[in-house]
Antibody
Framework: EVQVLESGGDLVQPGGSLRLSCAAS????????MSWVRQAPGKGLEWVSS????????YYADSMKGRFTVSRDNSRNTLYLHMNALRADDTAQYYC?????????????WGQGTLVTVSS | EIVLTQSPGTLSLSPGERATLSCRAS???????LAWYQQKPGQAPRLLIY???SRATGIPDRFSGSGSGTDFALTISRLEPEDSAVYYC??????????FGQGTKLEIK
């Protein structure tokens, strides 16, 4: 069964940093793009970042550029999201998702998410 | 950036009826690369439809997608109480600058 499981969410102060992890299983991790999508409380879905299967190409939504860094360790079947200079509006449930195709595109499946709260 | 606008915001229907949810794009979606997701309270989104009209694995045939260019629809026939959820469309025609619609809340009463 294909599964992804996020961890690392926490309460962090404005300006702080956090690293999220996503452990994948049930598929050949290195052959699929992976993505992060977030959802602020009571709001809709927002694409955050994607990374190619090899890790050689990374992509970010404009509001995350320069603050967030996506990476992956294909030997550990794990995806990461490093978040710096966190702001209150970064408060959200962060979901990890496998690309529906090797190149990404749509998202299937999604993990259950990990909650990041930015507050003093 | 392609902006997706979903309508209506909320839809209230009865069991057994048919629901039609709309997703309109600000510009043509290449190759009709559009997906639909279902999200129930407290759960992660689940893929229903990809490439505008292809059902994901395990999705009942009551769910169908249609449309092309800038206008797309998700139709759910023979509504069941468990279909109550928020439904989102997502475009991936401009990859990987993905975008989502704001969602349609479907209530089955």
């Amino acid at each position: 069964e294909v599964q992804v499981l996020e961890s690392g969410g926490d309460l962090v102060q404005p300006g702080g940093s956090l690293r999220l992890s996503c452990a994948a299983s049930g598929f050949t991790f290195s052959t699929y793009a992976m993505s992060w999508v977030r959802q602020a409380p009571g709001k809709g879905l927002e694409w955050v970042s994607s990374i190619s299967g090899s890790g050689g190409s990374t992509y970010y939504a404009d509001s995350m550029k320069g603050r967030f860094t996506v990476s992956r360790d294909n030997s550990r079947n794990t995806l990461y999201l490093h978040m710096n200079a966190l702001r209150a509006d970064d408060t959200a449930q962060y979901y990890c998702a496998k690309g529906g195709r090797a190149t990404g595109r749509f998202f299937d499946p999604w993990g259950q998410g990990t909650l990041v709260t930015v507050s003093s | 950036e392609i902006v997706l606008t979903q309508s209506p915001g909320t839809l209230s229907l009865s069991p057994g009826e048919r629901a039609t949810l709309s997703c309109r794009a600000s510009q043509s979606v290449s190759f009709n690369y559009l997906a639909w997701y279902q999200q129930k309270p407290g759960q992660a989104p689940r893929l229903l439809i990809y490439d505008a009209s292809s059902r994901a694995t395990g999705i009942p045939d009551r769910f169908s997608g249609s449309g092309s260019g800038t206008d797309f629809a998700l139709t759910i026939s023979r509504l069941e109480p468990e279909d109550s959820a928020v439904y989102y469309c997502q475009q991936y025609g401009i990859s990987p600058m993905y975008s989502f619609g704001q969602g349609t809340k479907l209530e089955i009463k």
